[in-house]
């Protein structure tokens, strides 16, 4: 079992940085991948950015790439979700999650089978 808690969101202006972070506890194995979703009301989950736990290989959406990085801190067992240039689009319920072997493209909320219960970033313009 792996527990992942989310902290770090908040409420900011247009144009504020802003880092989120994860906490992993459990059992995470070399073969591990992490990733960040987003959610607003009455919309889907969105893919943000996904990592390999262990390799560091990082990923990012499209909507996101140049103004959000992923990382992660191996000692601190702690995920991490780097937002700068924040716009007001980017206001959602942030959630990070884990997949002990990674299926598909990881870009999927089906591709993983852990979850933290998300913290609240809002963007104001």
């Known amino acids: 079992q792996v527990r992942l808690v989310e902290s770090g969101g908040g409420l900011v202006q247009a144009g504020d940085s802003l880092r989120l972070s994860c906490v992993v506890s459990?059992?995470?194995?070399?073969?591990?991948?992490m990733g960040w979703f987003r959610q607003t009301s009455g919309k889907e989950r969105e893919y943000v950015a996904a990592i390999s736990w262990i390799g560091g290989s990082a990923y990012h959406a499209d909507s996101v790439k140049g103004r959000f990085t992923i990382s992660r801190d191996l000692a601190k067992n702690t995920l991490y979700l780097q937002m700068k240039s924040l716009k007001p689009e980017d206001t959602a319920v942030y959630f990070c999650?884990?997949?002990?072997?990674?299926?598909?493209?990881?870009?999927?909320?089906?591709?993983?089978?852990?979850w933290g219960q998300g913290t609240q970033v809002t963007v104001s313009s």
């Open positions: 999650a884990a997949v002990p072997r990674p299926r598909n493209t990881g870009r999927k909320p089906s591709d993983y089978d852990y």
């Open positions: 459990g059992r995470t194995g070399s073969s591990y991948a």
